[in-house]
């Protein structure tokens, strides 16, 4: 037996978050009853369980990584009609969303998947999953400015935990540097806000690696399945860490 929501948080239909606010508005019946309390428990394999007069299907879960592309909005849909990460998922007709953000100028590496329990694990903050990104910046930051982020810097909503920094390149010409930075928290335009802080704005931005996961060979705006292999590498890196965080 298993909590509602979770039962249509892992079939698709929603985060469990919005299914507890899909079964308090009356749109779920199991057996033919109206279910409006949270923590009512099921069996999946037994029970008929509707939302909106439509039987539910315990769905295949997908793991996806996607190329996204610089000008894309990390969301399912846009009200206003802009280029969201699903428009580059042909083939998909599950519904699937994503494993936390990339903003709009960033691109690279993001996860999607209908598997809210993995997209909960891997994005809850007590696990600090860490997160690489190439960063290319105005000038270059000298060492005592790089240690700065190293050793944790003051932003607007506190200090971020110590970050992992080194140079990938520079180019004199220009007068631009690449730095690879990994984080282990995932703020808002986080890394931009952090080259900010120590006035080397970022130029572009792009994430190449996801816990034990890289970016590798996949092209700007396509899609793959992740193995079976890198799903279990990725959980274990967010239990491992989680363990650290507690002295395990």
């Known amino acids: 037996m298993e909590r509602l929501q979770k039962v249509l948080a892992e079939a698709g ?18 057996n033919g009853e109206v279910v409006t309390q949270l923590g009512v428990k099921v069996n999946p394999e037994q029970d008929e369980i509707k939302v909106d007069g439509r039987t539910i299907n315990q769905q ?46 960033t691109e690279g590496l993001l996860l999607l998947t209908n598997d809210g329990e993995f997209a909960h694990l891997l994005t809850h903050p007590k696990h600090h999953v860490p997160k690489t990104y190439q ?19 003051e932003l607007e909503d506190g200090m971020t935990s110590p970050a992992e920094v080194e140079y990938a390149d520079v180019n004199p010409e220009k007068n631009e540097s690449v730095v690879e930075i990994t984080i282990y928290e995932g703020r808002n335009r986080q890394v931009r806000r952090m080259f900010e802080a120590i006035s080397f704005p970022v130029i572009k931005l792009k994430r190449i690696k ?39």
Request: proline share 6%; aromatic share 6%; charged share 25%.
């Open 13 to 30: 239909i929603a985060s469990r978050r919005k299914s507890e606010e899909i079964i308090l508005a009356g749109r779920v019946q199991v």
């Open 60 to 105: 295949k879960k997908l793991y996806l990584m996607l190329n996204k592309p610089k000008g894309v909005i990390t969301s399912a849909t846009d009200p206003g009609g802009r280029k969201v990460v699903t428009d580059f998922l042909p083939g998909i007709r599950e519904r699937v969303y994503p494993v936390g953000r990339l903003d709009y100028d």
């Open 135 to 153: 960063a290319t910046v105005k000038g270059v930051p000298h060492g005592t400015l790089l240690d700065k982020l190293r050793n944790g810097i």
């Open 210 to 248: 996801f816990g034990p996961i890289f970016l590798t060979g996949l092209p700007r705006g396509k899609y793959r399945h992740l193995t079976a292999g890198e799903v279990k590498e990725l959980v274990e890196a967010a239990n491992q860490t989680h363990n650290i965080q507690k002295g395990q």
